[in-house]
């Protein structure tokens, strides 16, 4: 039997599943036990008490007209009137919410021989109306307490202000117990983001070793791509040298034989530059506040003073968020020379809603085949069989880079089919 519909009814924070968890077993034990012990001990008390009023009723109904009745009211302390049968009433009257009440209805009438009604008003009285002689009736009065017990509501009244004080001290404690676990959460996700936020393990020994774990992971990660950025840094810095020298002596060289290798070093140095803002990715940069409106219309100025064929599309939104500025410039321009090396246009656009910032890239090229999407994010990855070669190559990290930005910055990178143009849609979406 599957349960999935019940997830959509179940608190999706943790604070909100540890009240469920601690709140539900207690209200529900709580109704167990309240309608348990009425049902055994109120309800049954009731019959009780209302059987050994029925006996003084019957008593008291061959004693009315009998030298000594009086006596006997005044011994059993209730008020019996003869009255006449047309002003008697039919049926029986309670509270709606008289539980107890519906018990010694019930009970009298099943006890007391020519019981006509019952009559529990608010004044907690008892009022029966038996048959007395032809054409008469006799009226019964006699408190309420000598039926049912008093105050049954209190009970109830008890038991909900204490589990409501234990339910609430509870919360309080579990609340001490929560609170690193989403502290750590809170790292963690900012850590996602490329952001490091100061933490301290705390709480239980769980959580305290699942939060040295996350430091040993962060600063291992933190080498790691420390390591990476000064090998390929340094790598970069030493084949700079040789290639200067070598532009020095090719430019010595006659025209029909320097081009082709200028061409060459231009090319080798473009690997350089990408090889280094692959390595850098967005480790060295903080966030601040940054309108993307802004930032994507001067990207595309750029873009059109040098000559490439981009045009702005639409901009929604506006405000500012958290960016990586020259992160996300190197993503979109990235996404932007895609766009116009394998096709004749690009549009830029993008929308800035309440949960993520969307800049979109489309071009009218080949695109990419669905099925190789996946692969082509990855680094060092050309799909030259399914582009247009004809407007050069590169080393296959713009879109890897764009994909990392992404990331940091708690997004995605997704690739599909424009619309309008028929070509590649990149859809660079950030987290707000």
Known sequence: ????????????????????????PVVTL??????????????????????TVSRDLNLLRRAHDRAGGATVEAILNVAVTDIAAAGAPEVDRSRWYDLSGRVV???????????????????????????????????????????????PHQLLVNMGFFGVLMTVIAFIYLRNQLRPITRLARAAEAFGRGRNLPYRPGGAVEVRSAGHAFLDMRARLERQ??????????????????????????????????????????????????????????????????DPAALVRELVEDAQRAGQPVTLGIVQGSGTMPLRPLAVRRAVENLIGNAVRYGDRAVVSAHLGDRALRIRVEDDGPGIPAE????????????????????????????????????????VLRLGVAEELGGLCADLVLAR
């Not at 190789?372 to 296959?396: C, D, H, I, K, Y």
């Open 372 to 411: 190789s999407r996946e692969e082509a994010m990855r680094p060092f990855t050309r799909l030259e069989a399914s582009r247009n070669q004809n407007r050069g190559s590169g080393v296959g990290l713009g879109l890897s880079i764009a994909n990392d930005v992404a990331r940091a910055h708690g997004g």
């Open 1 to 24: 039997m599957s349960f999935a519909w019940l997830k959509r009814y179940v608190p999706r924070g943790l604070y909100g599943r540890a009240a469920l968890i601690l709140v539900l």
């Open 105 to 151: 209805i019930r009970t009298l009438k099943d006890h007391v021989p020519g019981l006509q009604a019952v009559i529990l008003p608010d004044d907690y009285r008892v009022h029966v109306y038996a048959a007395g002689d032809p054409g008469r009736v006799l009226r019964f009065t006699f408190d309420r307490s000598r039926v049912s017990a008093s105050n």
């Open 225 to 290: 791509i420390e390591q990476r950025t000064l090998l390929l840094s340094g790598v970069s810095h030493d084949l700079r040298t040789p290639l200067t020298r070598l532009r020095l002596a090719v430019s010595m060289l006659p025209d029909e034989d320097r081009e082709p290798m200028e061409r060459d070093i231009e090319d080798m140095q473009r690997m350089l530059d990408e090889f280094l803002s692959f390595a850098r990715g967005t480790a060295q940069e903080e966030a601040k506040p940054v």
């Open 30 to 51: 709580q109704l167990v036990v309240s309608v348990v012990f009425i049902q055994r001990h109120f309800e049954d008390v009731t019959v009780q008490m209302t059987r």
